[in-house]
């Protein structure tokens, strides 16, 4: 779905969000940026992967033909078949489906110089011919409605239609799409009583059998406000709702009631129907580490540290956001390629049109971008450093970090190009014990997808604190307004 804004109200959103403070979007652009000072060969490898049309083809071919084959086996194999290769292969008609959407398609000028010259009888232009056809956005575009009518959820119109660029735009603000479409689900147990592992069993088992129409309330509802703005999306909705009736139907008549189970049981599964492992393949995309401290500072501890000592060497604020709204897991790279790399997902929003097939390279080619210390695969606990006193001291500068800030009504614009040393990079080695089972043990919030509730409960004793010391140093802490001289601040 798409969500209307006004983009000055977005801008002069720095009070609430904090000057420090980006969103997850504004932090990985800034690590793009400084990647490509770095290293501007990584700028080579945003092509298009022809291999993606082909993979998506064979992934939907063989998930139909599983389901095909299983029409007359017992129903336990139907049961082991959807949990083991079932579920392996919906999630990654999923990944293939949200790579096409940020696959770039040649133009068509392009594609048409290639057939002149294979018309012409150059032979050697075949292959370029072949490559610019299978990226051609018409061919991804069937070849992605192909794959999305194999599963339950409509991949096709939530990626394709594009709503999905929203979320790489605002990850980490009210504006991200897939906070408001379905993460949420997961983010805590809805009601006390599910607040226990076995609840939250139920719930996210609930959450994968009913994820499609937890989509399809979420579109009717922002398409009942903003028809418009929707509008296209609700057209590919139905198209693709269309195209998965078909398939099911024609599974039915050919397969019967194990063949469409299948199916229906390999896309719960993908998600996390019964706790399966996958579901921490979702969690770990957007994770927060290391959220600021809870407790109204203005500044997280690490933040306070780094900045001071920044400024007392250099006299020069520094870019430093100590939460990580994205995550990227290292453990193993076979469970990388088998999903398609989509759980390189720092990697994924620093450039998102590089292909699934050369995201690995970016670790190589920056690794100290995307490569942590030994120490640093996991948040640690720091203890809050509180802004109660106006003395400065090593491990808590509140004083003069808040005056820069007040004296700097747009920090953010000058602090996004100082970025030595870079921003923090953790990962996640172990999916099972370092997400899924803290996720059903842990009591509340579960996970904060992007950081954006840990920024939303900073942002009133922020914004507080930052009227108070702009006041005190007489300075307006508000746009649009104008000083003692007339000039707008």
Request: charged residues 15%; hydrophobic residues 40%; aromatic residues 12%.
């Amino acid at each position: 779905m798409v969500l209307t804004y006004t983009p000055n109200e977005v801008g002069h959103q720095w009070l609430k969000w904090g000057s420090n403070k980006p969103t997850a979007s504004q932090w990985h652009s800034s690590r793009r940026a400084a990647i490509i000072r770095r290293y501007p060969e990584v700028l080579n490898l945003l092509t298009p992967e022809p291999l993606t049309p082909i993979v998506m083809a064979g992934l939907a071919v063989s998930h139909l033909g599983i389901a095909y084959a299983l029409r007359s086996s017992p129903w336990w194999a139907v049961g082991v078949a959807s949990v083991t290769v079932g579920s392996l292969l919906a999630f990654d008609i999923q990944a293939l489906n949200h790579e096409l959407c940020h696959q770039r398609a040649p133009s068509s000028a392009a594609l048409g110089a290639a057939w002149h010259t294979l018309c012409n009888g150059s032979w050697a232009a075949a292959s370029t011919f072949l490559d610019l056809l299978l990226c051609n956005k018409y061919m991804s575009t069937v070849v992605a409605l192909a794959g999305s009518a194999c599963t339950s959820v409509p991949w096709f119109s939530y990626y394709h239609q594009g709503g999905h660029q929203m979320h790489h735009l605002h990850a980490g603000s009210p504006y991200d799409n897939d906070g408001q479409a379905f993460f949420w689900a997961w983010e805590q147990a809805p009601h006390p009583l599910l607040d226990n592992p076995l609840g939250m069993v139920l719930w996210t088992s609930t959450v994968a059998l009913l994820l499609p129409i937890i989509y399809f309330v979420s579109l009717g509802t922002w398409f009942f406000y903003f028809p418009r703005a929707n509008c296209r999306e609700m057209l590919f909705a139905s198209v693709d709702v269309s195209a998965t009736a078909i398939v099911y139907y024609t599974i039915h008549n050919l397969a019967g009631p194990k063949g469409l189970t299948y199916l229906v049981l390999s896309t719960a599964f993908s998600i996390g129907l019964l706790a399966h492992p996958l579901l921490a393949f979702w969690i770990a995309q957007h994770v927060c580490e290391n959220p600021p401290s809870r407790d109204g500072d203005i500044m997280s501890d690490g933040e306070h540290r780094f900045l001071w000592q920044h400024v007392k060497d250099t006299l020069q604020p520094s870019y430093q956001f100590t939460a990580q709204p994205t995550l990227s897991y290292y453990g193993s790279s076979l469970w990388n390629w088998l999903t398609m790399n989509e759980l390189l997902h720092v990697e994924h929003h620093d450039f998102q049109h590089m292909p699934w097939t050369k995201t690995p390279q970016l670790s190589r080619i920056a690794p100290e971008f995307y490569l942590p210390p030994p120490d640093a695969t996991r948040p640690r606990q720091q203890a809050p450093c509180r802004c109660q006193t106006d003395t400065p001291s090593d491990d808590c500068s509140c004083r003069l970090t808040q005056q820069y800030q007040a004296q700097h009504p747009h920090p953010w614009d000058e602090w996004k190009d100082i970025l030595d040393p870079p921003p923090p990079m953790r990962c996640i080695p172990r999916l099972m014990q370092d997400l899924l089972l803290p996720y059903y043990l842990l009591r509340g919030v579960k996970f904060d997808f992007a950081c954006r509730h840990a920024l939303m409960h900073h942002a009133a004793t922020r914004q507080t604190i930052a009227v108070r010391v702009m006041e005190a140093l007489g300075i307006s802490p508000y746009f649009g307004e104008e000083d003692e001289e007339g000039r707008t601040v």
